[in-house]
């Protein structure tokens, strides 16, 4: 194992039941507290890239900062939050041992379950009670901060969707089952052009950031860097990776445009992420999830 990654440290993700995959995309599990003595500042943090996913997060144990740009600290002072959409990388970091569940919910599906207009909540997350202060999602924060395990905190995430998840699919299409971000993209582009017959293509495309907080033209984007993402874990798994041939595979204009869309996205270059990925704890959340 790499000198920076912490042999005690617990990093899963966990997959919802597939009558939840057009709502719920994934869950993560973060526990470092049988390191939380021995953890260096690099180790207590955590990196994520951009993404069109919003996201549910309940700190069961200990808290932390997000880092700002330039280093400064803003302290996360509420234990459960919701995120909406991310159109730049975010970098966290705990005072120490910390368990923490988040859940990756598909935005369209977001919208749909509570009406909330997501395009406010780009780059933002806010504690769930100000956004969300129903009894039923009172009870659910309670719930999760009181799980002994993910196990738990996953039973009670899909006890608390299934039923309002159905009773929504019942009243509309199908959304399309779990995929990458594309297969969703197309969905949501198609959506959108059915229900607006007459619409002008500024009024499809507000529809579009309504649902999903995010414009068609960076859906795309972040859509082409997660299948570049995963084609360099196979060429990584087969051999070396060769990058102007990735870059052209994967659409890019050349090796210069795949390097400025991959440090958008993630904030840093190909090369030095894949490096991080690899030797480096704080990144986590990019072992997990390829």
Known sequence: MP????????????????TLSG???????????RASGTLSEAQRESHFAATPLCGLTWTLQGGGWEVLEGGALLTIEHRALLGGPRSRPVHFRSDGG????????????????????????????????????GED??????????????????????????????????ERTAAPERGRYRDWMQHLALRAIAGGHGASLRQMERRIKQ???????????????????????????????????????????????????????TGFSPEELRRRIDEEEAFWPYRIWA
């Not at 440290?9 to 919802?16: I, Q």
């Not at 082409?224 to 994967?250: C, H, I, K, P």
């Open 3 to 18: 000198a920076d990654r912490h042999p005690d440290t617990v990093a899963r993700l966990l997959v919802p039941s597939l």
């Open 137 to 170: 999602w009172r009870q659910l924060n309670t719930q999760m901060l009181a799980a002994r395990d993910e196990q738990e905190c996953m039973a009670l995430l899909e006890a608390f969707f299934l039923p309002r998840w159905r009773a929504l699919q019942q």
């Open 98 to 133: 910390v368990r923490s569940f988040m859940v990756a919910l598909q935005p369209e599906a977001l919208h749909a379950l509570t009406g909330l207009d997501l395009s406010a909540l780009l780059d933002r997350y806010v504690a769930i009670e100000q956004l969300l202060p």
């Open 23 to 33: 709502c719920l995309r994934a869950c993560l599990w973060r526990d470092t507290t």
């Open 211 to 265: 649902w999903s907080g995010q414009s068609l033209r960076a859906l795309r984007g972040i859509s082409r860097a997660e299948a570049t993402f995963f084609q360099v874990r196979r060429e990584m798994e087969a051999g070396e990776v060769v990058w102007s041939a990735l870059a052209q595979d994967a659409g890019y204009t050349d090796q210069a445009h795949l390097c400025r869309e991959t440090r958008r996205v």
